[in-house]
């Protein structure tokens, strides 16, 4: 028995999940039924190229259970076969383990049972169904997305005083300030929450604060004219 190694040259590695075929031919091999071999290879994706948008951490009876909501922030589509779920506990949890797509801009709802698409009146397609689901605390916890590399793409962390039962937690901005108690704001939707739909609480593209204003006065003898330093941001989308 001789074992030959070959190395071989892959193409671009790019994110997501790839099946390669490798087949060995030989003239004299009377049987090629096993020298072909497949297997599944997973290139990572950048840190936040996905954002966790929205959380129902406390539901109440007949809103469908907790959920999650998910966005793509990148501006190419996003293979989310074999990424994983977990809260602060770090039990992961599979998304799909099958081809799934998520598109640029797009969001997602991620839930442990069907109730929730009847309630909210959204279609099966806006939402996917894990087999298991982490059960979220009502105190305070936290949602981390791992891509099918164990990559960690999302964080981000809640207190349940900053909500209610019955209401989503809505981050105001979905790609900057995952920790921020500001950035997070309940629901105003008369349902508790907008899975996969445009949050309630979302902000403007401009919003601008003014974080501080400074007066220079020259320490001069007489008059002179002083200089006012303001100090502003924009905390809006753009």
């Known amino acids: 028995l001789e074992i030959i190694e070959v190395p071989l ?4 590695f790019e994110s997501g999940v790839h099946e ?3 087949h060995v031919y030989a003239t004299e091999d009377l049987n090629a039924e096993d020298n072909t071999l497949r297997m599944a290879i997973a290139g990572s994706y950048p840190r ?5 948008t ?4 406390s539901p109440i009876s007949g809103q ?4 999650a909501e998910i966005k793509n922030t990148s501006a190419t589509e996003i293979s989310l076969q074999g990424w994983m779920l977990s809260d602060a506990n770090s039990n992961q949890h599979l998304i ?10 797009s969001l997602l709802t991620l839930c442990g049972n069907e109730n929730l698409f009847e309630y909210f009146s959204i279609t099966p397609d806006q939402g996917l169904i894990l087999d298991s689901w982490p059960t979220l605390n009502s105190a305070a916890d936290s949602l981390r997305l791992y891509d099918a590399t164990g990559a960690a793409i999302a964080s981000v962390y809640y207190r349940g005083s900053w909500g209610s039962s019955g209401f989503s937690l809505e981050r105001r901005h979905p790609a900057l300030f995952p920790l921020a108690e500001w950035n997070w704001r309940p629901s105003n939707h008369a349902d508790g929450g907008t899975p ?3 949050n309630t609480q979302l902000l403007d593209s401009v919003a601008v ?3 501080s204003i400074v007066l220079d006065i020259p320490d001069t003898i007489g008059p002179a004219p002083a200089e006012i330093i303001v100090n502003f941001s924009n905390q809006g989308l753009d």
């Open 196 to 198: 996969s739909c445009t």
């Open 9 to 12: 040259q892959l193409f671009e």
């Open 209 to 211: 604060q003014i974080e």
């Open 20 to 22: 390669i075929a490798v």
């Open 48 to 52: 936040d190229a996905v954002s966790i």
């Open 96 to 105: 799909t383990d099958t081809q799934y797509f998520l598109q640029p801009d």
């Open 64 to 67: 469908g259970g907790e959920w």
């Open 54 to 57: 929205e959380i129902m951490f």
